[in-house]
């Protein structure tokens, strides 16, 4: 029997790409209109981002675990988070979660060394880019432009809108990183896949709601 997936989700925009990864992807491991039992769990966004802004970090943690929790109480064998900024949280509560909890920066390095990339641009929120979620040694964005990036994150991508002005911005930041000598880019904000991919990108993309997602079914399916 296949395992239970529980996605403790935050942002709508980013959860619900990876479910539909998950679901639509499925196939490949389960057969024609497979895919694991998937159950999903979020608390108001406004709850994550009001901790967020105060930079309680103990606060994100106790919004995952309640999710985490409630996803356990219903069947989950695992969990997962399309969400890479409150990874950060994720230290805080780790020995207290009540099934395993997969690292969606753990799925992206996989997947960048399986491909062979040594030097890696990160973008994604202020809070991520400015984190340790991802290894230091990933290349950064400037700090106007970690402004910008998380302006259009938060003000369009998570809310659903995908304006030309956001996607070239993207394109601007991720060409700098190709400058610096970047092999490819992580694309570390769940909602960054809805505008920037391989095709319109000027490096390769690790796209971290994907990897997350294949990630879990491989879990599922073992």
């Not at 992807?25 to 209109?33: A, V």
Request: charged share 20%; with cysteine; aromatic share 6%.
């Amino acid at each position: 029997m296949a395992g239970h997936i529980g996605i403790v989700a935050c942002s709508a925009e980013g959860a619900s790409l990876c479910y539909r990864t998950i679901c639509t992807e499925g196939e490949g491991l389960f057969g024609p209109h497979g895919h694991p039992e998937v159950s999903m769990h979020t608390p108001p966004f406004q709850d994550y981002m009001a901790c967020i802004y105060k930079d309680d970090w103990k606060g994100v943690a106790e919004l995952m675990l309640g999710s985490a929790q409630k996803l356990a109480a219903i069947g989950a064998d695992f969990v997962i988070c399309p969400d890479n900024t409150i990874h950060q949280a994720l230290p805080h509560i780790e020995a207290r979660l009540p099934v395993p909890w997969l690292h969606i920066a753990d799925a992206v390095g996989a997947e960048a060394a399986s491909r062979g990339f040594r030097k890696i641009g990160l973008t994604g929120t202020r809070w991520l880019v400015d984190s340790t979620v991802y290894p230091q040694a990933y290349v950064r964005p400037t700090p106007a432009e970690r402004a910008e990036i998380n302006r259009f994150i938060m003000d369009e991508l998570v809310k659903g809108v995908r304006s030309p002005q956001a996607i070239a911005y993207f394109q601007n930041v991720i060409g700098s990183l190709k400058d610096q000598g970047c092999e490819a880019v992580v694309l570390g904000c769940t909602e960054i896949p809805l505008i920037i991919d391989d095709g319109n990108s000027a490096l390769p993309t690790l796209d971290s709601t994907r990897l997350l997602a294949r990630a879990a079914l491989k879990r599922a399916a073992s």
